[in-house]
Each structure stands twice: as structure tokens, then as C-alpha cells.
């Protein structure tokens, strides 16, 4: 499903569906039309179902333990924290990729540099529940956010599922998601692990004399990373001698992004013994497949309604609803096995 964001000025017929079908679920359950509840209330405490009992928890603790060093083993309180069940979760992965925006009046005559470029951003959300996974698409994390909301409204999932993003790093999509849900619905972030190694990376990178001694603080750092120990990691940086580092060059970049996502920094280690996601890679791939493919590094330009329109088709196909759109003008609205 698709939504076009109530300014863009989308007119792709699919796109203007989903708007009017998000407005009239919002009408029909009191929600004011950008899918906001009249009367808000906060969420009520996690029901205990929701997360997986502690006994499973500490077995997977346990079993991790079994070959692994004092050093290397998993903090008690990431054994006491929050593990979410799975039959309770919608999980939901957010990507946005920009493309480089066409000019109105054509071929620009010379190629600006590259930071002053324009681009047309495109969000994909890749839905997965113990129903099935569902895609939406939309000119930005906004517009795709209200349908989301309207899609769990649809399938009265709002009251029985908690709620899991997976994203990187990116303040916009945090402060979205926090702006649009905290608050009256039980919700989680969760830091891409994948996406957290590769800052590592290349933030010593630019900070750090030579690869060797780069790889020498990852060897030092990324387990530390991977058990969630966000305050080890950061008093690890802070205590990198200034002869490994660059002249004018500090790990203070680092520090602050471990600093600002340190509440969606889980241990990450803990999370795969309990056969639990730790990745945002759904996100990205169903990106890839509806917009940043085609539309990336092929030497195009795109107007924002015809970028979103191009994605809008391959997410209509992945939700199994481009026949039902082309015959009906109707929207698929099921769940994808």
C-alpha cells in the first residue's frame, strides 16, 4: 500500500487510494484524519505474555555462557531486561533512500556538486507479524507512518501487538516514529546491529593512523558492541591514547552517536541466542527491490510522483495486489504469507 503525504501534490491513482482509505479507517474509529487518537491515552504496562518468560531467557543466557569467557558474557541486566515475544510483535523495518530529484526545466547544463544536489526521498516499511509481512510505501517517513497506523487499525492489531522498529541510525526517522506513536502505543526502537558495526568502522577509519591499529580498537570494541555495553564502549574510546589517533582527529564523533542510541542499543548477542531479530535488513532489501534498484546509480533523475509511482508498482506486486488494482481499482489489504 502507498501514501503519497496530504502535501505532496502525488496524483497517481494508487497513491490517492491509499490516502482515502487511511481517512476513512481514521473516520470510521475516531482518529483525526494524520491518524492521531482524539483522546489520547498512555499505553497500559506491557501485558506479561508480551515478552518471553524469564526462564527462557536465563536458559539462553546460560547456554551462551557455556564456552564463552568472564569478559565476554552477558551483563545481568541485559538478562533482566525486555525480550519481546513474538506472537505479540509487529515488527517493522523503515528505510528511505533518496534519489536525485529531476530538474523542472530538464537537463541542467553543468552537474552540481554533489552536496547540493536535490533528491526525492522514498520510505519503505516491511510489516511482519505472525499473520504474514505487508509492505507500504510513501514520499516520506510521515506519510508512511499513517498508513501503518491505519493498517493495524484495518486488522485490529493495535490493542494485541506491540510495536518494534528496526532502523539505523538516522534522528529524522527516530524523532518521527517517537513524534507520531509515544506515548499512546506500546513501542520499541532498535538500532540496526549491522548498521551500528559499520559506524564503528568507519568512524575509526577517519580517526585513527592506519588500518591496523583501526582494526585492533574494532577487535577491542565490537564485542563490546555486541553485548550491548554501551558504557564500556564509550570509556573504551574515550581512553584511546592520542598516538593512535590522527593528527586533529578525535573518536568524539563515535562517542556521540553511542551516547544518542543508547536506548536502542540492545545486547545484541542475547537477542540471537533467543532467535530474536537484531537486523533491519528487511527493510532495506524490500527498499532495493521497490525503488533504490531501478532508481539509483542508473544515471536518472526522478520527479518525486513519478519515483513514488514507480515503487508504488512493485509494492502493489509484492502484496500480491497489482491484478486487484489493475481490474478493480481496489487495494489489496491482506497479509502476504
Known amino acids: 500500500m502507498s ?27 475516531g482518529f483525526t484524519p494524520e491518524g492521531q487518537p482524539r483522546s489520547v491515552t498512555p499505553p497500559n504496562p506491557a501485558d506479561p505474555a508480551r515478552r518471553l518468560p524469564q526462564t527462557t531467557i536465563d536458559q539462553a543466557v546460560a547456554r551462551y555462557h557455556h564456552d564463552k569467557a568472564t569478559a565476554f558474557r552477558i551483563d545481568d541486566s541485559a538478562a533482566t531486561a525486555f525480550y519481546e515475544n ?36 522514498n520510505t519503505i516499511a516491511h510489516g511482519e ?4 509481512h ?21 486488522h485490529q492489531m493495535l490493542a494485541d501487538y506491540d510495536i518494534q522498529f528496526f532502523v539505523d541510525g538516522a534522528r529524522a526517522l527516530h524523532a518521527a516514529i517517537l513524534d507520531r506513536l509515544a506515548g499512546w502505543l ?27 591499529i583501526r582494526n585492533a580498537v574494532l577487535d577491542e570494541l565490537l564485542p563490546l558492541r555486541w553485548l550491548g555495553r554501551v558504557d564500556a564502549a564509550i570509556a573504551y574510546l574515550r581512553d584511546i591514547p592520542d598516538s593512535k589517533r590522527k593528527s586533529g582527529q578525535s573518536v ?18 542475547l537477542r540471537r541466542a533467543l532467535h530474536l531479530r537484531n537486523s533491519s535488513n528487511r527493510g532495506e532489501k524490500a527498499n532495493d527491490l521497490c525503488g533504490a534498484g531501478r532508481q539509483k546509480h542508473q544515471g536518472m533523475s526522478w520527479s518525486p510522483s513519478g519515483s513514488v509511482a514507480l515503487a508504488t508498482v512493485t509494492t502493489l506486486s509484492h502484496n500480491q495486489g497489482l491484478p486487484t488494482w489493475c481490474e478493480d481499482r481496489q487495494l489489496s489489504l491482506k497479509w502476504v504469507a
Request: aromatic share 8%.
Open 3 to 29: 501514501g503519497s503525504g496530504r502535501a505532496s501534490g502525488c496524483k497517481s491513482p494508487a497513491l490517492l487510494a491509499g490516502d482515502r482509505w487511511a481517512t476513512q479507517v481514521f473516520a470510521d474509529r
Open 86 to 121: 513474538p506472537i505479540h510483535t509487529m515488527n517493522v523495518s523503515m528505510d528511505d533512500v533518496g534519489v536525485k530529484k529531476q530538474k523542472a526545466s530538464g537537463r541542467a547544463p553543468h552537474t552540481p556538486a554533489k552536496d547540493h544536489r536535490e533528491y526525492v526521498h
Open 129 to 132: 507479524s505472525p499473520r504474514g
Open 134 to 154: 505487508y509492505l507500504l510505501n510513501g514520499l516520506g517517513t510521515d506519510a508512511v507512518l499513517r498508513l501503518l497506523i491505519a493498517f493495524l487499525l484495518h
Open 186 to 212: 506500546p513501542i520499541r526502537i532498535l538500532l540496526d546491529g549491522y548498521h551500528l558495526q559499520e559506524k564503528c568502522k568507519v568512524e575509526l577509519s577517519l580517526a585513527l593512523r592506519g588500518s591496523k
Open 252 to 269: 568524539d564523533q563515535l562517542i556521540g552517536y553511542f551516547e544518542r542510541n543508547r536506548a536502542y542499543i540492545p545486547c545484541y548477542a
